[in-house]
């Protein structure tokens, strides 16, 4: 059970009632505690609603059914308004190691509390780079999202034919009105292909027309 440490910063959610997406981060800073410190400043106005420390502690900061300040700007299919519509889950770590065996299994079991909850399928967990493209870079290419697709709690691409990369890569949900090609690649590659380097190829092509074939949110593309 998280521990319950509240942040005075949040409001009531608009324009849905219920969340639909879920948002992975991680702090950037020296500690789980100064992050959670960070998050319940009223002079900063941000916070989420659950914070994992690296040894795999939990803490509930804003309730789900309230909109906590973790998105910021940015989009995810016609999702505008990523806060108000999301869940945001930051797990601390200084973005520069990969993230330890206690905080992966304590997330694990806090999605699988979440998705069932409210309904969220697997590919409505995101990461905060995937709708902030251009702007974020987290949870970053250490996070391990093929062990979640693994168990079911977010998606991995399959090798298939060759597409459209940024018509596919606009039905699967990135926001391809704004950003350019370059950004949403990045953004893709920190996820699906943290490994990867140099311009656009048919690897990436393959996979985003795999993701976008089976995990269409917009799909009147």
């Known amino acids: 059970m998280p521990h319950w440490h509240p942040s005075p910063n949040f409001t009531d959610r608009r324009g849905c009632s219920a969340p ?71 797990l601390a770590n200084a973005a520069t190691h990969p993230f330890p065996e206690p905080q992966m299994r304590a997330l694990e079991d806090l999605l699988r509390g979440i998705m069932d909850r409210w309904g969220i399928p697997p590919e ?42 940024l018509l596919d890569a606009r039905r699967f949900g990135y926001d391809c009105e704004t950003a350019s090609e370059q950004d949403v690649l990045t953004a893709f590659r920190l996820r699906f292909r943290p490994w990867a380097g140099g311009p656009l190829d048919d690897e990436d092509r393959r996979l985003m027309h795999d993701l976008a074939r089976r995990y269409p949110v917009q799909s009147s593309l």
Not at 24 to 39: G, I, P, V, W
Request: charged residues 25%; negative net charge.
């Open 20 to 90: 639909d997406l879920i948002l992975l981060h991680y702090t950037a800073m020296t500690s789980a505690e100064a992050a959670l410190d960070r998050l319940c400043d009223p002079q900063f106005e941000v916070s989420a609603h659950y914070l994992i420390a690296e040894d795999g502690r939990l803490w509930q900061m804003v309730r789900e059914e309230d909109r906590a300040w973790h998105a910021g700007a940015g989009r995810w299919g016609d999702c505008v308004d990523v806060n108000s519509r999301s869940i945001g889950i930051e």
């Open 124 to 165: 409505r967990v995101v990461a905060h780079s995937d709708t902030a493209i251009g702007r974020k870079i987290d949870p970053g290419g250490r996070f391990d999202w093929h062990r979640l697709a693994r168990q079911g709690l977010a998606v991995w691409p399959q090798h298939g034919e060759a597409g459209d990369f």
